[in-house]
């Protein structure tokens, strides 16, 4: 099984709809992160969270909101979602504690929206 | 602005040796990561500098002059699994990773 969980794997959705995306770790770090992946661009930081009750804006957090429901889940969701947050959503943890602090990404989450 | 530089698309044999360059420009350095991705998959960690210098693993090494801000990626003995793209990233003196848009590494048999 998958240290860091991703679900769902993919979604096709319509413009306006609420959506969530969820991320489940068994891997026992602190710090959760949600990016998304464009072709042609870097990762993007969309929010990132050190423990519980930490959250915090990334780059492009404009249109997404997070939950930290415990230090295993981190949730992110669209509101109102429009086809320019079409992309590949990964959510990733790390263990700061660790020399070097490297990130270990879920699988990814294909969204698109019509 | 902070930026990070890489070749868009890379070709190479198999067998053969090939290095991808990576240069930044950043608000502080706290260290240079490697990340190989295949498609549609998650990025996965290949290494970590954060000292002048050379780093060996195997058939990959990396290189980092903080000086020039420059860093590459150097895979030896080319296989066709090694086809994928290869993220460099810089963490910045907030601790942030500043990442490049990859660069995409084709093996030819």
């Known amino acids: 099984d998958a240290d860091v969980t991703q679900t769902p794997r993919n979604r096709i959705t319509k413009t306006g709809k609420r959506i969530m995306l969820e991320c489940s770790q068994t891997?026992?770090?602190?710090?959760m992160y949600w990016y998304r992946q464009d072709p042609g661009l870097g990762l993007r930081l969309i929010y990132y969270s050190f423990d519980v009750k930490d959250i915090n804006k990334g780059e492009i957090s404009d249109g997404y909101s997070v939950s930290r429901q415990a230090q295993a889940k981190f949730s992110l969701s669209l509101e109102s979602a429009i086809p320019n947050q079409t992309a590949l959503y990964f959510c990733?943890?790390?263990?700061?504690?660790?020399?070097?602090?490297?990130?270990?990404f879920g699988e990814g989450s294909r969204l698109t929206v019509l | 602005g902070q930026n990070i530089d890489q070749p868009t698309e890379m070709t190479a044999t198999e067998g053969a040796i090939v290095q991808i360059n990576c240069t930044y420009q950043t608000s502080g350095f706290n260290g240079l990561f490697w990340y190989q991705q295949h498609a549609g998959e998650a990025p996965t960690f290949l290494s970590y500098n954060v000292l002048d210098g050379l780093e060996e693993k195997g058939r990959f090494s990396s290189f980092l002059s903080r000086s020039k801000g420059y860093s590459y990626l150097l895979l030896k003995e080319l296989q066709m699994k090694d086809s994928a793209s290869y993220l460099c990233?810089?963490?910045?003196?907030?601790?942030?990773?500043?990442w490049g848009a990859g660069t995409k590494l084709i093996i030819k048999p």
């Open positions: 990233a810089v963490m910045d003196s907030n601790y942030q990773l500043i």
């Open positions: 891997k026992g770090h602190d710090r």
């Open positions: 990733a943890t790390s263990d700061f504690s660790r020399d070097t602090g490297e990130l270990f």
